[in-house]
């Protein structure tokens, strides 16, 4: 059974780091796209980036580039999203997706960014 | 960029009745290969996003079949034949021809 596991919510402060994460489990992680998916309070659905886990190929939403890095650590079949300084307009929930049709998705990281 | 617009953005439905959700692009999702990247997600109240239809016309893995997708090119449909109260939610379209775009999401209530 294919699962997509996040890590849990976090609470933080404007100019701050976060790495929220994301366990795959009953597939081949290296050989499917994985990414993530904001959607902030009360809106829809925006895509954020995706990476290839075999070779760590990233794209990234031209909305997203330079704001958030998207990695894997192939070894625990984990796929993270990581900010450098967060900004409270980046209170959201986070989704990972397996970009293969996003046919299988986590349960959400609600990431609360406030002062 | 590619622009997805669907219609209508709330839709109340009476239990049994059929619904139809409209998604348009802002250009061709029909790539040379034949297929239309042209998806369809649910997202029910407090849960993540679930895959119903792919490439168009495709039912995801589970899906019941009083869901159907159609269309090509630039105009899509989902139908639900006859809408059942767990199909309460926000529906959204997605293309994935170039990077990924929602659709601003349809939300369906019952009457």
């Known amino acids: 059974e294919v699962q997509l596991v996040q890590s849990g919510a976090e609470v933080k402060k404007p100019g701050e780091s976060l790495k929220i994460s994301c366990k795959a489990s009953g597939y081949s992680f290296t050989t499917s796209w994985i990414g993530w998916v904001r959607q902030m309070p009360g809106k829809g659905l925006e895509w954020v980036g995706i990476?290839?886990?075999?070779?760590?190929?990233?794209r990234y939403s031209p909305s997203f580039e330079g704001q958030v890095t998207i990695s894997v650590d192939k070894s625990i079949s984990t796929a993270y999203l990581q900010w450098s300084a967060l900004r409270a307009s980046d209170t959201a929930m986070y989704y990972c997706?397996?970009?293969?049709?996003?046919?299988?998705w986590g349960q959400g990281t609600r990431v609360t960014v406030s002062s | 960029d590619i622009v997805m617009t669907q219609s209508p953005l709330s839709l109340p439905v009476s239990p049994g009745e059929p619904a139809s959700i409209s998604c348009r692009s802002s250009?061709?999702?029909?790539?040379?290969?034949?297929?239309?990247?042209l998806n369809w997600y649910l997202q029910k109240p407090g849960q993540s996003p679930q895959l119903l239809i792919y490439?168009?016309?495709n039912r995801a893995s589970g899906v019941p079949d009083r869901f159907s997708g159609s269309g090509s090119g630039t105009d899509f449909t989902l139908k639900i034949s006859r809408v059942e109260a767990e199909d309460v939610g926000v529906y959204y379209c997605?293309?994935?021809?170039?990077?990924?775009?929602f659709g601003q999401g349809t939300r369906l209530e019952m009457k």
């Open positions: 990476i290839y886990p075999a070779d760590s190929d990233t």
């Open positions: 490439s168009g016309s």
């Open positions: 997706a397996r970009f293969r049709e996003l046919d299988y």
């Open positions: 250009q061709s999702l029909l790539h040379s290969n034949g297929y239309n990247y």
């Open positions: 997605m293309q994935s021809l170039l990077n990924y775009t």
